[in-house]
């Protein structure tokens, strides 16, 4: 084992000690952050849509001719 991984201890105390180290969002950026992945989630859900009506229109009328 090298001495890199025996280093790597998990202990709760080093565990608090880093969450506190981390920058948390405030309630305005998270609603921010949160409202821009829903957005893009919607706006991608209706391209990839219209490209699913756009194919099947274009096999259906392969299909057909």
Excluded: H, Q
Excluded at 3 to 31: C, H, N, Q
Excluded at 33 to 55: D, K, N, R, W
Aim: glycine share 6%.
């Amino acid at each position: 084992m090298t001495k890199e991984k025996k280093d790597r201890v998990y202990s709760p105390a080093g565990v608090i000690r880093e969450l506190k180290t981390v920058k948390w969002p405030t309630f305005k950026e998270l609603m921010s952050t949160s409202g821009m992945v829903i957005l893009f989630t919607v706006l991608f859900g209706v391209y990839f849509f219209i490209c699913e009506l756009l194919a099947s229109g274009l096999i259906n009328f392969i299909v057909k001719a």
